[in-house]
């Protein structure tokens, strides 16, 4: 499973998470063969919009049925995280119904905006290779990222650097040696 986006996707996913917010934006990508072309928003309806999306069920119908007449495939359900990482949460794990299909999220972390795709199944969450445009292009850093890891072992270094220290200056001085 692979998800590619024409880049003038990624400016209409921008637009939508910033004209819903704080509330999740949601919709659906329809293309060919994997390759998503066709937009289509869809309205939040879910008691707390902010954490969850729910999808208005006559607006979906509507959405399959242009892509049925369209001669478009579904390529990928997209909703927005407004204040948080665009992998899944345990509401969008719990909630997923078609693990056949590409999920894409666009996160935001400390503003910016990041975007991942996954395929989330009952069995788990999976990685889901992303191209925009022409280019492999994953807006989203891995977790645990090479900067991130360096950080842990300086901050790792530098205590052990104080507790040595600490344990040399608490030794007793030395004996005089006559
Ligand atoms: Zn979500």
Excluded at 30 to 46: E, L, M, P, R, Y
């Amino acid at each position: 499973m692979h998800l590619r986006l024409e880049q003038h996707l990624v400016a209409q996913l921008l637009q939508a998470a910033n004209s819903c917010a704080p509330h999740e934006a949601c919709g659906l990508l329809g293309g060919k063969q994997g390759q998503a072309s066709h937009f289509i928003a869809i309205d939040n309806v879910a008691a707390s919009p902010m954490h969850r999306y729910e999808m208005d069920s006559s607006q979906l119908v509507k959405a399959f049925f242009a892509l049925e007449r369209d001669n478009l495939e579904l390529c990928a359900i997209w909703h927005t995280h407004p204040e948080g990482r665009p992998r899944p949460s345990p509401e969008d794990i719990r909630a997923a119904a078609w693990p056949d299909v590409c999920q894409l999220i666009l996160g935001f972390v400390n503003g910016k905006a990041e975007l991942a795709a996954w395929q989330v199944a009952p069995g788990g969450v999976k990685r889901v290779p992303l191209q925009i445009g022409n280019a492999v292009q994953d807006l989203a850093p891995e977790e645990e990222s090479a900067g991130r890891n360096l950080a842990i072992w300086g901050s790792a270094a530098l205590a052990i650097l104080l507790a040595l220290w600490l344990a040399i200056s608490l030794l007793p001085p030395a004996p005089r040696i006559p």
